[in-house]
C-alpha cells in the first residue's frame, strides 16, 4: 500500500514500477500509481485525534468519486491509496528482482521462502571472463575458419561463377546469425539471468514465442536479402535474368529459415544448459550461436543455390514453389509468436534494426563480390568470414553482456524527455573501472592471438590462396585490431544510448553492431589486400 500526504513530501512503502499522476482537479493531491494497481482518493476523519499515529492503523474510506474539495483546502492533510492488485505469486517475484539487483555486490544470499526467486548476479573477475569465454571463442572462431574453407572451395562452383550475386548474399545470410541468433541468444540470456525462464511453464512460452519470431524474421530478412543482391549486382551494370532472380529468392529464404531454426534450437539448447552448471550465458551463447552459424549457413546455401540452378535447365516452376512454400508458412509463425507479449512487441517493432542490419551487411557482400571475382584477390574469400566472424562475436558478447547489466541493476529507462547523455570516451570505455570496462579489455585481448591461431590452422589445412608472410599478418591483425576497437566503443554507446531512450538493446543493438563488424571486416579486408597488391607482397598461386 502506497500513502501520499500533502503535508509530508515522502511517501511510505513505494514499490517499484510507480509512476507520478498528477490529478487533474484543483484540490486532489497527486497521486502515485502502480503498471499492476489502482489509484484511490481517501479521505481521513475529521478530528486528528482519531488518526492512527501508526501507517498500519489507518481505517481508510475509498471514495468512488473525486468530490468538489475547493472550499475544504488547506484544511486538513489529503491522501490517497494505491491498491495494488497484482497477484501475491508476482508480488513475491518482483521483490525478489528487486533485492537481487539492489545487493549485486553483496552476498548471493537468497531466501527461501520466496519462490520462484531469480539468481543473484554471478560475481566476474578479468579472470573469470576469460575463462568463460575464452572456449566458446575458439569454438566459435573453428566455426569461421571451417565456413571460410568451404567459401574458398565454393567460390569456384558454377552458380558462383555464374551468378556471382550470391556472394552479395553471403554477408547478408551470415549476418543472421547477429540480425537473429545472437538477438535470440542476448534475449533468453537477460531473460533466464532476470527469472523469467525459471518454471517450466515461463520457459516453454518464452521458446516457443522466440522461436516463431525468428522464423518470421528470417523469411522477411531472407527475401529482403534477394532483392538486395539484385539492385547491387545488376541494375549497375544492366543486366537482368528473372530465372536468376527468382534462384536467388529461393536460395536466400530457404537458406535463411532452416538455418535460423537449426541454430534457434542449438541457442535454447546452450542457454538452459548454462544456467544448470552456473555459467553467465551472456559469455557463451552468442559465440557458440557463431561456431556453428557460419559453417550451418554457408554450406547450406551452397548445396541449396547448386541444386535450384540445375533446376533452372528442367524446370522454370521448382524455384517460384520453393520460395512461395517458405512465405506462406509465415502467418502460422506470426500467430505463435504473438501469444507471448515479449515477442509480439518485437514482432511489430523490432523491424527496422534487423533491415537495416541486412542492407549494412549487403554493402560488405558487393565489397566481397566485386574483389573475389578479380582473381588477384581471391585468396581473401577464406578470410573473410573469420574477420567478420570474429569481431560480431566478441561485440556481441560485450553489447549482450551491458544489456543484462542494465536490466539487473534496474536502471532507468525511457524517460518522456530524456537528458542527453555524455558520449562515452574510449578511455571509459576500455579503461574504466566497471565491469563492462573490464570486459572490453579482457575481449580486445583476445583478438589477436586468437586470430594468429585461426589463420595458421587455415594454412596448416592448406586452405586459401595466400602465403602467411610476415607483412600479411601484420596488416591483417592491424585491420582485425582495429575493427574490434571500433566496435567494442560503438557497443558502450550504442547499449547506453538505446537503453536510455526506452528501446531493448537486446532487440536491437547486436543486429547493428553485427552488421557493421561485417561491413568493417570486408573494407578493412579488401582494402589490405589491395595494399599487399600494390607493394608487391603477392603470390604465385593467387587465383589458382
Known amino acids: 500500500m502506497v500513502l501520499w500526504s500533502k503535508d509530508q513530501d515522502k511517501l511510505s512503502d513505494m514499490s517499484a514500477g510507480t509512476e507520478r499522476i498528477e490529478l487533474k482537479k484543483e484540490g486532489v493531491p497527486p497521486a502515485f500509481h502502480h503498471s499492476n494497481g489502482s489509484v484511490h482518493p481517501v479521505i481521513l476523519p475529521n478530528n486528528p485525534e482519531e488518526v492512527p499515529q501508526t501507517p498500519g492503523e489507518y481505517e481508510l474510506t475509498e471514495m468512488t468519486s473525486i468530490p468538489d474539495r475547493s472550499d475544504q483546502e488547506n484544511e486538513r492533510p489529503d491522501m490517497v491509496v494505491l491498491d495494488c492488485r497484482a497477484n501475491a505469486k508476482g508480488q513475491r517475484e518482483e521483490d525478489a528482482l528487486l533485492e537481487n539487483a539492489s545487493q549485486s555486490n553483496e552476498s548471493d544470499d537468497t531466501s527461501t521462502d520466496q519462490s520462484p526467486v531469480p539468481p543473484a548476479p554471478l560475481k566476474e573477475t578479468s579472470f573469470s571472463i576469460g575463462l568463460q569465454v575464452l572456449f566458446p571463442f575458439l569454438l566459435a572462431g573453428f566455426g569461421t575458419v571451417a565456413a571460410g574453407m568451404v567459401l574458398d572451395i565454393v567460390q569456384h562452383w558454377t552458380v558462383f561463377t555464374e551468378v556471382t550475386e550470391v556472394f552479395i548474399l553471403v554477408p547478408a545470410l551470415l549476418g543472421l546469425k547477429g540480425n537473429l541468433e545472437m538477438t535470440l541468444a542476448s534475449r533468453l540470456s537477460t531473460a533466464a539471468n532476470i527469472g523469467q525462464m525459471d518454471t517450466a511453464k515461463d520457459m516453454w512460452k518464452m521458446i516457443m514465442g522466440n522461436l516463431a519470431l525468428i522464423q518470421v524474421q528470417a523469411t522477411v530478412v531472407g527475401f529482403l536479402a534477394s532483392i538486395a543482391a539484385v539492385i547491387f549486382g545488376w541494375i549497375p551494370e544492366g543486366n537482368f535474368k528473372m530465372g536468376h532472380a527468382v534462384l536467388l529468392c529461393a536460395s536466400s529464404v530457404a537458406t535463411a529459415f532452416i538455418a535460423s531454426l537449426l541454430l534457434g534450437l542449438i541457442m535454447i539448447g546452450v542457454i538452459i544448459a548454462s544456467r544448470k552448471v552456473g555459467i553467465n550465458p551472456d559469455n557463451v551463447a552468442t559465440p557458440i550461436a557463431a561456431s556453428l552459424g557460419d559453417l550451418i549457413t554457408l554450406a547450406l546455401l551452397a548445396g541449396i543455390s547448386t541444386g535450384l540452378y540445375k533446376e533452372l535447365e528442367f524446370n522454370d516452376y521448382a524455384n517460384p514453389m520453393v520460395c512461395a512454400f517458405f512465405v506462406a508458412l509465415t502467418p502460422i509463425w506470426v500467430l505463435i509468436a504473438r501469444r507471448t507479449p515479449s515477442t509480439r512487441e518485437v514482432l511489430y517493432s523490432g523491424w527496422e534494426p534487423v533491415i537495416i542490419a541486412m542492407a549494412i551487411s549487403s554493402v560488405g557482400g558487393l565489397i566481397l563480390d566485386k574483389t573475389v571475382s578479380n582473381p588477384n584477390f581471391a585468396g581473401m574469400a577464406v578470410f573473410t568470414p573469420v574477420i567478420n566472424g570474429v569481431g560480431g562475436n566478441l561485440v556481441a558478447v560485450q553489447a549482450s553482456r551491458i544489456s543484462t547489466y542494465l536490466h539487473m541493476n534496474a536502471l532507468p529507462i525511457a524517460e518522456p524527455n530524456p537528458a542527453p547523455r555524455k558520449c562515452p570516451t574510449p578511455w571509459s570505455t576500455f579503461f574504466g573501472s566497471g565491469v563492462n570496462a573490464r570486459s572490453a579489455r579482457v575481449l580486445f585481448l583476445l583478438v589477436a592471438p586468437g586470430h594468429l591461431v585461426f589463420l ?29 576497437v571500433i566496435l567494442l566503443y560503438l557497443a558502450d554507446w550504442m547499449v547506453n544510448w538505446m537503453w536510455h531512450r526506452g528501446m531493448d538493446p537486446d532487440n536491437f543493438s547486436i543486429p547493428y553492431l553485427t552488421a557493421l563488424g561485417d561491413l568493417l571486416g570486408t573494407g578493412f579486408l579488401a582494402l589490405c589486400f589491395h595494399i599487399l597488391w600494390l607493394i608487391g607482397d603477392r603470390d604465385t598461386d593467387v587465383g589458382d
Open 456 to 484: 595458421y590452422t587455415i594454412n596448416s589445412m592448406q586452405g586459401g590462396h595466400t602465403t602467411l608472410t610476415s607483412v600479411f599478418i601484420a596488416f591483417y591483425l592491424a585491420a582485425a585490431l582495429l575493427q574490434v
